[in-house]
C-alpha cells in the first residue's frame, strides 16, 4: 500500500477507534510513568544507599567493580528488569493494537496474557536482538513511539557537539544515521515476527530482510508522512490556540481563557502522542500484514456500539477527573507561581563569542552584562601554579602541540590565544581572580585535572585563593569527585557543585550543588536536589527552548554560551508576560517525548 493510502486508511480506521486506542496507549503510559518509574528509581536508590555508593558515573566504574561489586551485580538486575519491562510495554501495545483491529475477539486481561507467554517464551538472543533493535532506530523511532523507561538512553549533548565539530568525526556519525536508518527499515518485520508469530529472533531476522526487499522506500515514506502530517497538526493547533489567546489578551476574560486553552494543549497534546504511537505500530504491522491472508481486511472490522460507547466515556470520564488538578495547575503556571528565575552564569567567560574564552578581556567585557557567575577553568601547571585553561593541551587555541602539564606558569602566560577574531594571552588565576574582584564580578571556578596534579591539589588551591573565594562570595565545581570531597570536607564553608555529564540516579555527596548535563536532567532530579537542599545548575543552555524547559523545571542556574538571549528569555518569563507568551513558553515543554516521561 502506498505510503498516502496507507496513512489514510490507519487515520480513518484510528478515528473510528479512538476510545480505544487511546484507553491502550494511555492507561500503558500511565502504568509506566506512575508505577514502574518510581519503583525503579526508588531501588536504585536503596541499592545505591545499601551498598554506600555516593554516585554512578563513567569515572568511577572501575572502582564499584572492585570496592562494590554487589552494586554492579544489583544494577545489572535492574536493567535486565527495565529491558523486560520495555519489551512487556512494546509487545502489549503492538498485540493490543492488533487485538483492536481485529474488532477485539480478546478482553484487555487476555492480550496482557498474551504479552507475558510471549516474554516467557522469550530467549535471550530475542532480548538482546530488541535492544540492540531500539539503539538503532532510537534516533529515529523516538519521535513517534517513546518510553520513560528509555528517557536516560540518550547521548549527551556534549557529545554531539564534541562529534560534529570534528570533520572526521561528523561524517561517521552521518554515516551511522544512514545505516541506522536502513537497518531500521529492513528489520521492521521483526519485532512483529517475534511476538506474534513466535519467531526465533535468527528466522525472524531472515525473513524481514526478504519480505522487506525492494520495499524500503515504501517503508520509509510512511514514516516520514506520519511525522510530516504529526508535526504540521501540532504546529497548526499550537499556533491557533497562541493567536487566539494573543486577542483574548486585550479582553477581561484572559485569564479564563488562558485556564482553557492551556487545558487544551495538555489533552490535545497527550491525544497526539497516543496517535502517533499507533500509527507507528500500524507501519511496523503493515509488514507484518501484507503476508496476512487477507491484510485489507483489518482496517474494514467495527467494533459494536456498546464497546466503543464504553471505552469513550471512559476517557471522557478520566479526563474529567484529571481536569480538576490541571486546571489547578494551570491556574499557579498563568499566575507565574511555577517558573523558577535561574542564576545566569556565563560559560568560560564569553558570550556569544565576543571574545577568547577564559582570558580577562572576555571576561571584563562579558562582566558589562551582569551575569551572576562567570564560569571559568584553571588547571595545575608544571610548576604547581594555577592558570586558566579549558583544554589539557595548546593545539585549538595556540595551535601549539604542548601540554598544559608540562609548561610552568610563566611559559603559559607568555602564550597568545586566538579565537572567535579575538587574541589575548592566557592568564594566570591569581591574575583573573583580582581582575574580576575588581570589577565586581563572581566566578564559578572549575578545577579540572590533569598530568601534573598533586595529591595536595585542594590543599594548594585553598591555600593560595580560599580567602579571596569566600569573601567575594565564588564558587567552585569540579568532575573530580575526589577534589569535591576534600574541599568540603576541610572546608565546608566553600560552595562546591559536583560535576556531573549524565543523571543516572540521584547522588548523596556533600556537595552544594550538582552541575547537570542538560540532556538527561529531568524535574524529578531537582525536587529530589530541593529535598536536600542542594542547587542545580545546568549546561549547555543556549536556545530559548531548553532555557524554557529549564526554568519549568526549576533549574537553579544555567550555563551558556549566549549569555544576552538567555538574559532577555529569563526576563520575557518572569517580568509580566502575557498569557500568550506563557502558553508560547509552555508550548517548549510539551513535547513529544516529554508528555511520556
Same mark, same amino acid.
Given at each position: ?18 476510545? +480505544? ?24 536508590? &536503596? ?23 554487589? #552494586? ?13 519491562? =520495555? ?12 487485538? /483492536? ?17 510471549? =516474554?516467557?517464551?522469550?530467549?535471550? +538472543?530475542?532480548? $538482546?536482538?530488541? *535492544? ?16 520513560? !523507561? ?8 556534549? =557529545? ?14 552521518? *554515516? ?14 521483526? !519485532?512483529? !515476527? ?9 528466522? #525472524? ?30 504546529? &497548526? ?34 491525544? *497526539? ?5 499507533? /500509527? ?30 464504553? %471505552?469513550?466515556? $471512559? ?22 507561581? %511555577? ?27 562579558? +562582566? ?8 571559568? @577553568? ?12 579549558? @583544554?589539557?593541551?595548546?593545539?585549538? !587555541? #595556540? ?94 564553608? $566553600? ?9 543516572? %540516579? ?16 529531568? @524535574? ?16 549547555? =543552555?543556549?536556545?530559548?527552548? +531548553? ?7 526549576? #533549574? ?18 518572569? @517580568? ?8 508560547? %513558553? ?12
Amino acid at each position: 500500500m502506498r505510503p498516502l493510502a496507507f496513512w489514510r486508511d490507519a487515520n480513518s480506521h484510528f478515528f473510528h477507534h479512538w476510545g +480505544s486506542y487511546v484507553t491502550l496507549v494511555f492507561l500503558t503510559n500511565l502504568v509506566v510513568s506512575y508505577i514502574a518509574v518510581p519503583t525503579f528509581t526508588w531501588l536504585t536508590a &536503596a541499592l545505591m544507599c545499601w551498598q554506600h555508593v555516593p554516585y554512578v558515573s563513567y569515572t568511577n566504574i572501575g572502582a564499584l567493580l572492585i570496592h562494590h561489586p554487589l #552494586a554492579i551485580l544489583g544494577l545489572i538486575v535492574i536493567l535486565l528488569a527495565i529491558t523486560t519491562l =520495555i519489551y512487556w510495554q512494546f509487545a502489549y501495545l503492538l498485540l493490543g493494537i492488533t487485538n /483492536i483491529r481485529h474488532g477485539r475477539p480478546q478482553t484487555m486481561l487476555g492480550v496482557l496474557g498474551d504479552t507475558i507467554r510471549s =516474554i516467557a517464551g522469550a530467549s535471550p +538472543s530475542t532480548f $538482546l536482538f530488541f *535492544i540492540g533493535y531500539f539503539i538503532v532506530i532510537m534516533p529515529f523511532g523516538s519521535e513517534l513511539f517513546t518510553t520513560p !523507561l528509555l528517557n536516560k538512553a540518550k547521548i549527551p549533548a556534549f =557529545i554531539i557537539s564534541y562529534l560534529m565539530a570534528n570533520n572526521a568525526f561528523a561524517i561517521l556519525l552521518g *554515516i551511522f544515521y544512514v545505516g541506522a536508518a536502513y537497518l531500521g527499515i529492513r528489520l521492521i518485520a521483526v !519485532l512483529p !515476527l517475534m511476538m506474534i508469530d513466535h519467531y526465533h529472533s535468527r528466522d #525472524a531476522i531472515r525473513l524481514s530482510w526478504q519480505r522487506t526487499r525492494g520495499h524500503f522506500w515504501n517503508y520509509f515514506l510512511k514514516i516520514i508522512v506520519t511525522l510530516v502530517i504529526v508535526s504540521i497538526v501540532v504546529a &497548526a493547533i499550537y499556533m491557533t490556540i497562541y493567536v487566539g489567546q494573543v486577542l483574548f489578551d486585550k479582553t477581561g476574560i484572559a485569564l479564563v481563557t488562558a485556564t482553557i486553552n492551556l487545558f487544551l494543549m495538555e489533552v490535545i497534546t497527550e491525544f *497526539i502522542v497516543c496517535y502517533a504511537t499507533v /500509527i507507528f505500530m500500524m507501519v511496523i504491522l503493515s509488514s507484518h500484514d501484507a503476508h496476512q491472508p487477507a491484510p485489507s481486511i483489518l482496517f474494514s472490522f467495527r467494533e459494536p456500539a456498546k464497546t466503543r460507547l464504553r %471505552t469513550r466515556l $471512559l476517557i471522557i470520564t478520566g479526563l474529567a477527573a484529571i481536569s480538576a488538578a490541571l486546571v489547578g495547575f494551570n491556574l499557579i503556571y498563568l499566575n507565574g507561581l %511555577t517558573m523558577s528565575r535561574p542564576l545566569t552564569i556565563a560559560h568560560r567567560g564569553v558570550d556569544n563569542g565576543n571574545g577568547v574564552q577564559n582570558t580577562i578581556p572576555a571576561m571584563v567585557k562579558t +562582566s558589562q552584562e551582569r551575569p551572576d557567575y562567570v564560569e571559568m @577553568d584553571i588547571r595545575m601547571t608544571k610548576d604547581h601554579q594555577f592558570v586558566v585553561m579549558h @583544554d589539557a593541551n595548546l593545539k585549538n !587555541l #595556540a595551535n601549539l602541540k604542548r601540554k598544559v602539564s608540562t609548561m610552568t606558569l610563566k611559559q603559559l602566560t607568555n602564550v597568545t590565544v586566538t579565537e572567535n577574531g579575538y587574541q589575548a594571552k592566557i592568564p594566570s588565576f591569581n591574575d583573573y581572580l583580582n581582575t574580576a574582584i575588581k570589577h565586581h564580578q563572581k566566578l564559578l571556578i572549575e578545577i579540572k585535572t590533569g598530568g601534573a596534579d598533586t595529591k595536595d591539589l585542594p590543599e594548594r588551591f585553598y591555600r593560595q585563593f580560599g580567602a579571596r573565594i569566600l569573601a567575594n562570595h565564588e564558587q567552585v565545581h569540579t568532575l573530580s569527585y575526589s577534589i569535591m570531597n576534600r574541599l568540603k570536607t576541610e572546608h565546608p564553608d $566553600l560552595f562546591v557543585s559536583y560535576i556531573m555529564p549524565y543523571n543516572l %540516579t540521584f547522588p548523596h555527596t556533600r556537595a552544594n550543588a550538582y552541575t547537570m548535563e542538560a540532556t538527561t536532567l529531568n @524535574d524529578t532530579f531537582i525536587e529530589q536536589a530541593n529535598r536536600e537542599h542542594k542547587k542545580v545548575y545546568a549546561w549547555d =543552555i543556549d536556545d530559548i527552548t +531548553s532555557m524554557d524547559q529549564m526554568m519549568f523545571i526549576g #533549574a537553579n542556574g544555567v550555563i551558556t554560551n549566549n549569555l544576552h538571549l538567555i538574559q532577555q528569555e529569563i526576563k520575557d518569563n518572569t @517580568d509580566h508576560p502575557s498569557y500568550a507568551n506563557l502558553l508560547l %513558553t509552555f508550548m517548549n515543554d510539551l513535547t513529544l517525548e516529554t508528555q511520556t516521561q
